[in-house]
């Protein structure tokens, strides 16, 4: 029996949003009749509907009420009726930053029987994890404009990089892979060849930290170099930690290659409060309400959120019920689904959620 009754805040947010996490919410029911986990959804409607509605993003008190969960189950913030801007910075960013969520997990992993666009490489390439700092850098909101509108207008955007981000974030990037205990590696993933302020500092912590480290390995690659390698050599990578902006962009990168939107999944992680999971594809509009989105990702989201809070409140349970649903994912990519691309599953949205669902509540050999 488990510990205790999780309290989760569940956010289903925009355009595909609900569809993939009605199916999330239904699987993690699954594995709660299996390992008699008790699960209390609270839903918060935020997002682009409410907003055009009253204006509002956050509602007074919102993040408070975010604080008294165990972990957020988020589907997707962006609405096409709303500028863009809006929606992701003072929802999803708002809420990264201040529940102080500094860590922003992505793993990156093919799954047997899943397709990859990487010419002759399998599961046993690609199987790595990106630690993208997640508060700072060019996503702190430092800059502004001089002279808005006119011909002499600059626009500057700053990157923010502080001791304390980059150190707490680089040091869990070190615990995470000891954790792990895969290939032992940590590679820093950054621009110390152009940007040689930010990057500086990131490298001088980085071999600081190393230090403390002695059973990993430490590597460095460009983020440029990085894209390269991704393609080329993604068995070279156990875990990358790199700042906010070239965590974003190289994610992308790292979903494609691992299968695409269909399947991959984060973690914005505060290690000492309240975490927050998420599909990583954002709201889909063109697919709202067609029953054709794959849920996966999100099915994904909602199994790594029950890893982490099984690690984070020694509860056995939720560990196995997460592994319980990944083999159930593996099923399901293996033995049935033709593509994990929308509308190309050769199943809808709500049958992938009730095949992962009976499998993870089954159990499968695999
Ligand atoms: C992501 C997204 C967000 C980001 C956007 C929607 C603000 O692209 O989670 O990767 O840039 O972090
Ligand atoms: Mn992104």
């Given at each position: 029996m488990s510990q205790r009754t999780y309290q989760i805040a569940v956010m289903p947010g925009d355009g595909t949003g609900p569809e993939v996490i009605r199916e999330g919410v239904k699987v993690l029911?699954?594995?709660?009749?299996?390992?008699?986990?008790?699960?209390?959804?609270?839903?918060?409607?935020?997002?682009?509907?409410?907003?055009?509605?009253?204006?509002?993003?956050?509602?007074?008190?919102?993040i408070e009420e975010l604080k008294k969960h165990d972990a957020i189950y988020l589907g997707a913030i962006g609405h096409p009726d709303v500028k863009p801007g809006i929606l992701e910075k003072e929802i999803l960013l708002r809420t990264r930053f201040e529940l102080d969520q500094y860590v922003n997990l992505r793993p990156v992993k093919l799954y047997p029987g899943v397709w990859t666009p990487i010419k002759d490489k399998g599961p046993e390439d690609i199987d790595f994890v990106v630690v993208r700092e997640n508060t700072e850098g060019l996503y702190a909101g430092g800059g502004g404009f001089l002279?808005?509108?006119?011909?002499?207008?600059?626009?500057?955007?700053?990157?923010?990089?502080?001791?304390?981000?980059?150190?707490?974030?680089?040091?869990?990037?070190?615990?995470?892979?000891r954790k792990r205990n895969k290939k032992k590696k940590v590679t820093l993933v950054g621009k110390t060849n152009v940007l040689t302020f930010a990057w500086d500092l990131w490298w001088r912590v980085f071999q600081e930290v190393g230090e403390e480290y002695p059973d990993i390995e430490k590597d460095y690659a460009h983020v440029d170099a990085t894209c390269m390698w991704f393609v080329k050599n993604p068995?070279?990578?156990?875990?990358?930690?790199?700042?906010?902006?070239?965590?974003?962009?190289?994610?992308?990168?790292?979903?494609?290659?691992?299968?695409?939107?269909g399947i991959a999944a984060g973690g914005n992680i505060n290690p000492q409060g309240v975490s927050m999971f998420e599909p990583i594809g954002g709201s889909a509009p063109k697919y709202t309400g067609k029953n054709v989105i794959n849920p996966l990702a999100a099915i994904c989201a909602g199994m790594m959120m029950l890893e982490w809070l099984g690690e984070k409140f020694k509860d056995q349970a939720l560990v196995d019920a997460s592994s319980a649903i990944e083999k159930a994912v593996i099923k399901v990519c293996r033995?049935?689904?033709?593509?994990?691309?929308?509308?190309?599953?050769?199943?809808?949205?709500?049958?992938?959620?009730?095949?992962?669902?009976?499998y993870s509540e089954e159990g499968v050999d695999l």
């Open positions: 029911e699954a594995v709660a009749r299996r390992f008699n986990l008790k699960f209390n959804w609270n839903y918060f409607d935020w997002g682009g509907d409410r907003y055009l509605k009253t204006g509002e993003t956050i509602p007074a008190g919102g002279r808005k509108g006119t011909p002499y207008e600059v626009a500057v955007q700053e990157s923010i990089n502080t001791r304390m981000g980059v150190e707490r974030c680089i040091r869990f990037a070190f615990e995470y892979c068995e070279w990578f156990d875990v990358i930690v790199t700042d906010n902006m070239f965590g974003d962009i190289i994610t992308d990168l790292g979903a494609m290659i691992q299968g695409g939107m033995d049935h689904l033709k593509s994990l691309s929308a509308g190309k599953m050769g199943y809808t949205t709500q049958e992938v959620g009730d095949l992962v669902a009976k």
